[in-house]
């Protein structure tokens, strides 16, 4: 069965001190990897989607990389507002019953000022 | 542009009761899909349509259904409502849906309260 996980499942960080998160995946064809961050009551609002190994995307503090088998959301100098839940994603080939999208359980990130 | 629209946005039932949730796409937007949330399990795949027609189904049981009308516009319905279903109910809407590479862009949800 196809599987997408994410670790750390939750991350305590200060201001601006940088970290990473890890998504990694086993797939049997990948045809792209989304992010996402979902704040409490809300839903999850797309970042940024990921198609081959070695494509990167950058978004303000956030930058998403991918490999062979997972991907990485690098945020630099992080504030209090990036405090959320982020989920990653991958599209698979169509008609399981998983979906075409299969969610990671996410990763729970604090940011204290 | 408005974003997919879900109402209502709370909803307290009772054990047994059935319950209707819908959905309003992203203008342009012919794929929704529908996903539970819950603590445990995260999110879960109930089913896709696109141009009203179901294109793919995940393991829920029978209870859960859904429909597309020809405006792209979606409703799910959760019929003999049991416990286990309070979560957080997302619909989701792209352009090409299925495995088109195109993002799907989520609603608010609806948080569904079962007692």
């Known amino acids: 069965e196809d599987q997408v996980t994410q670790s750390p499942e939750a991350l305590r960080l200060q201001e601006g001190e940088s970290s990473s998160l890890n998504c990694s995946y086993t797939?049997?064809?990948?045809?792209?990897l989304f992010w996402y961050r979902q704040d409490p009551g809300k839903g999850p609002e797309f970042l940024f989607t990921?198609?081959?190994a070695g494509e990167e995307k950058e978004k303000e503090r956030l930058k998403a990389t991918l490999t062979k088998k997972e991907s990485f959301l690098h945020i630099t100098a992080p504030k209090p507002e990036d405090s959320a839940t982020y989920l990653c994603?991958?599209?698979?080939?169509?008609?399981?019953?998983?979906?075409?999208?299969?969610f990671g359980k996410g990763t729970k990130l604090s940011v204290k000022p | 542009k408005a974003g997919v629209t879900q109402t209502p946005r709370y909803l307290i039932k009772t054990r047994g009761q059935q319950v209707t949730l819908s959905c309003s796409p992203i203008s342009g937007h012919r794929s929704v899909s529908w996903y539970q949330q819950t603590p445990g399990q995260g999110l879960q795949f109930l089913f896709e349509?696109?141009?009203?027609?179901?294109?793919n189904k995940g393991n829920f049981p029978g209870r859960f259904s859904g429909r597309q009308f020809s405006n792209s516009r979606s409703e799910m319905n959760v019929s003999t409502l049991e416990l286990g279903d309070s979560a957080l109910y997302l619909c989701?809407?792209?352009?090409?849906?299925?495995?088109?590479?195109?993002?799907?862009?989520f609603g608010n949800g609806t948080r569904l309260t079962v007692t």
């Open positions: 349509y696109f141009s009203e027609t179901q294109r």
């Open positions: 797939v049997s064809g990948l045809r792209g």
């Open positions: 990921l198609y081959s």
């Open positions: 994603a991958v599209q698979v080939p169509y008609g399981g019953s998983q979906g075409n999208l299969i």
């Open positions: 989701a809407s792209s352009l090409s849906g299925g495995d088109g590479g195109s993002p799907l862009h």
